[in-house]
């Protein structure tokens, strides 16, 4: 009885340790997947790969270092001027202006002056075309008259157009969200509080985007400044001759007429107004003056009986005087 009692316990106990063990070495020889089965494990581990193995290649190929992708993002602004001469300014001014328009660009800008007998005939235009049409541009030109000077300068502002465009993203996502917040308010204190914040960040942005447009706009169109001068010297009628001068001369003396009379014409109410103050101021003082010599007659008058009364003897000595 006792050896059957002692199988029975050998057996129970070797039962146990078979069905614990392989629990055991499973539970070790297993991960902690932390929540996540086994079977996802590995695809989601082969993703994360895979979305890093990406965001390597984008970093590479965004790389400011790499030569393909320094000329893929590059902003560039550029700007220039170039002086032509030609026989008529005027006629390749429209020829410019055609050519501009025809390559998808547009006139600013545009400024001329007829040909006159002291001065030749000139044209000056602000000329905006794509960037990539510079150089067709610049051949055009070459064509059209003799360009006696080109400056031609480049502004790299890729630092500038990337940074705008990060900020116009935050922001956008900003306001965004506010947006969300405003569907979302409780009371009326935190509404009122998310449309101040967004009206806020919505100015920003647009200001941001207003920026951008403008910067963008620098960059995609170049602006060239075109100069046309004449190749002559002198007027078309050559050197000014006497007869010229003498002419120029009246024309001064006309011109200086007719101002002197329109200043006359401006000033002749003043003019009048002050003739009558002078008038009557002249009055006033003449009726002062006639009745200065009676007043000084009588103070003399008086002054010499006064001297006779104080020196009776030197009266009574001229007497006997004049009786001899």
Same mark, same amino acid.
């Given at each position: 009885?006792?050896?059957?009692?002692?199988?029975?316990?050998?057996?129970?106990?070797?039962?146990?340790?078979?069905g614990g063990?392989?629990?055991?070495?499973?539970?070790?020889?297993?991960?902690?997947?932390?929540?996540? +089965?086994?079977?996802?494990?590995?695809?989601?581990?082969?993703?994360? +790969?895979? *979305?890093?193995?990406?965001?390597?290649?984008?970093?590479?190929?965004?790389? $400011?270092?790499?030569?393909?992708?320094?000329?893929?993002?590059?902003?560039?602004?550029?700007?220039?001027?170039?002086? #032509?001469?030609?026989?008529?300014?005027?006629?390749?001014?429209?020829?410019?202006?055609?050519?501009?328009?025809?390559?998808?660009?547009?006139?600013?800008?545009?400024?001329?002056?007829?040909? &006159?007998?002291?001065? $030749?005939?000139?044209?000056?235009?602000?000329?905006?075309? $794509?960037?990539?049409?510079?150089?067709? #541009?610049?051949?055009?030109?070459?064509?059209?008259?003799?360009?006696?000077?080109?400056?031609?300068?480049?502004?790299?502002?890729?630092?500038?157009?990337?940074?705008?465009?990060?900020?116009?993203?935050?922001?956008?996502?900003?306001?965004?969200?506010?947006?969300?917040?405003?569907?979302?308010?409780?009371?009326?204190?935190?509404?009122?509080?998310?449309?101040? *914040?967004?009206?806020?960040?919505?100015?920003?942005?647009?200001?941001?985007?207003?920026?951008?447009?403008?910067?963008?706009?620098?960059?995609?169109?170049?602006?060239?400044?075109?100069?046309?001068?004449?190749?002559?010297?002198?007027?078309?009628?050559?050197?000014?001759?006497?007869?010229?001068?003498?002419?120029?001369?009246?024309?001064?003396?006309?011109?200086?007429?007719?101002?002197?009379?329109?200043?006359l014409g *401006?000033?002749?109410?003043?003019?009048?107004?002050?003739?009558?103050?002078?008038?009557?101021?002249?009055?006033?003082?003449?009726?002062?003056?006639?009745?200065?010599?009676?007043? &000084?007659?009588?103070?003399?008058?008086?002054?010499? *009986?006064?001297?006779?009364?104080?020196n009776p003897?030197?009266?009574?000595?001229?007497?006997?005087?004049?009786?001899?």
């Open positions: 009885m006792a050896g059957i009692v002692i199988a029975g316990t050998v057996l129970l106990a070797g039962c146990t340790a078979t063990g392989p629990g055991v070495a499973e539970s070790a020889s297993s991960p902690d997947w932390g929540g996540v +089965s086994p079977e996802q494990a590995p695809g989601g581990d082969a993703e994360s +790969s895979a *979305q890093d193995a990406g965001a390597g290649d984008t970093g590479a190929a965004g790389a $400011p270092g790499l030569p393909g992708a320094a000329v893929e993002d590059r902003a560039v602004i550029v700007t220039g001027s170039v002086e #032509m001469r030609a026989g008529e300014p005027l006629r390749v001014a429209d020829a410019v202006s055609d050519a501009a328009e025809a390559r998808g660009g547009t006139i600013d800008r545009r400024a001329e002056g007829a040909s &006159t007998d002291f001065e $030749p005939a000139w044209a000056i235009l602000t000329v905006r075309v $794509p960037a990539a049409e510079v150089e067709a #541009m610049l051949d055009t030109l070459r064509g059209l008259a003799d360009v006696t000077t080109l400056d031609l300068g480049e502004e790299v502002v890729t630092n500038q157009v990337r940074d705008l465009e990060v900020r116009v993203n935050a922001s956008r996502a900003s306001v965004e969200r506010l947006t969300e917040l405003l569907t979302t308010a409780a009371d009326t204190e935190t509404l009122l509080e998310v449309e101040a *914040q967004l009206t806020q960040r919505t100015s920003e942005l647009e200001s941001l985007l207003s920026q951008q447009r403008a910067l963008d706009e620098l960059v995609s169109m170049s602006t060239i400044e075109v100069r046309i001068s004449s190749t002559t010297v002198e007027g078309p009628t050559g050197t000014p001759s006497f007869w010229d001068g003498l002419v120029a001369g009246w024309q001064g003396c006309l011109a200086w007429g007719a101002t002197f009379l329109y200043g *401006q000033s002749m109410p003043a003019l009048v107004v002050l003739a009558v103050i002078g008038l009557i101021a002249w009055l006033v003082l003449r009726r002062i003056m006639q009745r200065m010599p009676s007043r &000084t007659e009588g103070g003399r008058a008086a002054a010499a *009986q006064g001297a006779a009364i104080v003897v030197a009266d009574r000595a001229a007497a006997p005087t004049s009786e001899r």
